[in-house]
Nanobody, 121 residues
Framework: QVQLVESGGGLVQAGDSTRLSCVAS????????MAWFRQTPGKERVFVAG???????NYADSKKGRFTISRDNAKNTVYLQMNSLNPLDTAVYYC???????????????WGQGTQVTVSS
């Protein structure tokens, strides 16, 4: 069982940067693929970025170059650095843990409660 807690969301201005954090409970954090998804009202939860046990990363095409995912296994934490934010990035961002690097919601067994990021123009 893994419990995930996100933080770092809030209200930011267009063009700004912000970093989300997700802290995991338990001693097996390093064995999981970690990912970030986001969701807006009435829409599907979509993949943003993922990082595997060895630090290999995968990004949704539209996020490459603006978003960076990283992990610190000593702190049981995964991060999402988001740069050049625009209003279309407004969403609830969710942290997820799973066994494989997948880009679909069903591929992850554990989820955080989400953190709201609102980008104002």
């Amino acid at each position: 069982q893994v419990q995930l807690v996100e933080s770092g969301g809030g209200l930011v201005q267009a063009g700004d940067s912000t970093r989300l954090s997700c802290v995991a409970s338990g001693r097996t954090f390093s064995s999981y693929v970690m990912a970030w998804f986001r969701q807006t009202p009435g829409k599907e939860r979509v993949f943003v970025a993922g990082i595997n046990q060895n630090g290999g990363t995968n990004y949704a095409d539209s996020k490459k170059g603006r978003f960076t995912i990283s992990r610190d296994n000593a702190k049981n934490t995964v991060y999402l650095q988001m740069n050049s934010l625009n209003p279309l990035d407004t969403a609830v961002y969710y942290c997820a843990a799973g066994a494989f690097m997948l880009t679909v919601r069903g591929g992850y067994a554990y989820w955080g409660q989400g953190t709201q990021v609102t980008v104002s123009s």
